[in-house]
């Protein structure tokens, strides 16, 4: 089913409005359940004696593993991004069911894989399908909105953790999780179903929550941010990965590790309605550049200075940037290559997902020669830090030449 793409004005724009919103709990569903649900839930699968606690390693590489090959393939899955989009909500859900029907660590390893594979179809699917329904409709600010839903899915299911930890077990959760998530499905199913991505969307001119330098369709190009968005991959993962641990070293109190999933998912959330409503005036490179600044002091900080403030901190400006670099590397590259976006926001996708494979494991080879765990966590953030800063130093240096 292919939908005509008319001039904008044509368009109404609770349409665009539905589109965005559609969009949004689509995001929610698939990273907010799919990929992220697992963080606050492998305390209480713990706590329950569903799996051993060397098992988590295992499963959150799984689902690492899952993503990096999903974007990988994605581009070569023969179907339009709301085909791919309604596929990949549709197995996340039964995926994330699946989880509380079983009881083997086995079974578990490819369930979090096929959840990380399908996360990385629904993100890109939806980033192709939502921003080009955003550029024929010209309203590009409610990408802002369309990005959001990553945090609020977060939130959401921090909350629902929360709530439900001391009511019934961590297997049921995963069960009731999943009927959650059919729910926040059956909008995007719908919207996705009769409203594909218009024909002329992609020979539409994009524009942008912010401004855009004009774009440039080189392969070197599109290269360097590929490869920007994958610093930032693993950038990100470090911090994102090991703050709750370091925080735990010093404060044992369950409610505030409880809430602080919810507080990092309502900092994303946040983040992209206030870069994609108040920023409409900047360079879209610089407020890129400047959320891998930003992002850097994050990562750095508990290096300098170890303390609840500085952890706090640090939680606000890495989950107060992840989505932000999100939003404004996939509408880059969509803008740098209009003729196959699909394609283009895939290589984004696996970037960033290699970057975030790359994390951990450079955390254990640098284990093998530091004197004990803290120094070789420190070494790689320190790491992530410069990788961070040098990729922030050249998407500036690209905005200004431009």
């Known amino acids: 089913m292919n939908t005509p793409a008319l001039h904008p004005a044509t368009r109404p724009q609770h349409l665009a409005i539905l589109i965005a919103l559609a969009a949004m709990l689509s995001l929610a569903l698939a990273m907010g359940i799919g990929r992220f649900a697992f963080t606050p839930l492998f305390p209480l699968m713990l706590r329950d004696g569903m799996l051993r606690s060397d098992a ?3 499963l959150a590489a799984s689902n690492y593993l899952g993503y990096l090959i999903g974007a990988l393939c994605a581009s070569r899955v ?13 197995c996340i859900v039964i995926v994330t069911a699946a989880i509380g029907l079983t009881s083997s660590e086995w079974i578990w390893l490819i369930l979090r894989f096929l959840a990380g594979l399908c996360s990385a179809w629904a993100l890109i699917a939806t980033s192709a399908w939502g921003l080009g329904w955003m550029a024929n409709l010209a309203r590009p ?3 802002g909105l369309i990005y959001a839903g990553v945090g609020l899915g977060i939130v959401a299911a921090g909350i629902f953790c929360l709530w439900a930890a001391e009511k019934m077990p961590a297997r049921m959760m995963w069960i009731v999780l999943a009927f959650l998530a059919a729910l926040l499905a059956l909008l995007p199913l719908i919207v996705s179903f009769y409203f594909p991505l ?3 969307a992609n020979n539409v001119a994009a524009p942008v929550s912010v401004t855009q330098v004009p774009a440039s369709t080189s392969a070197s190009g599109v290269t360097a941010l590929i490869i920007c968005y994958g610093m930032f991959g693993f950038g990100y993962i470090l911090p994102a990965t090991y703050l709750p641990a370091q925080a735990r070293q010093l404060l044992d109190d369950p409610q505030i590790f409880g809430w602080a999933w919810p507080v990092f998912g309502m900092a994303a959330a946040a983040s992209t309605l206030i870069v994609a409503g108040v920023l409409g005036k900047c360079n879209r ?3 890129w550049a400047t959320s891998h600044a930003l992002m850097a002091v994050g990562v750095i900080l508990p290096c300098l200075w170890l303390s609840m403030t500085s952890i706090v901190l640090a939680a606000l400006l890495v989950g107060g940037n992840f989505m932000v670099i999100t939003m404004l590397g996939m509408q880059e590259a969509r803008a740098r290559a209009t003729a196959n976006p699909t394609a283009v926001l895939a290589r984004m996708t696996a970037s960033f997902a290699f970057g975030q494979l790359l994390g951990p494991v450079v955390v254990a080879l640098m284990d093998t020669f530091a004197a004990d765990h803290a120094s070789a966590l420190r070494y790689a953030l320190q790491l992530a830090t410069a990788c961070l800063v040098v990729s922030a130093i050249y998407l500036w240096r690209k ?3 431009a």
Request: aromatic letters at 4%.
């Open 56 to 58: 988590g390693a295992w």
């Open 78 to 90: 023969r179907l339009q991004p709301a085909r791919l989009l309604m596929l990949s909500l549709i």
């Open 141 to 143: 600010r409610l990408a």
């Open 198 to 200: 218009p024909l002329a």
């Open 285 to 287: 490179l610089h407020v």
């Open 399 to 401: 905005a200004e030449s």
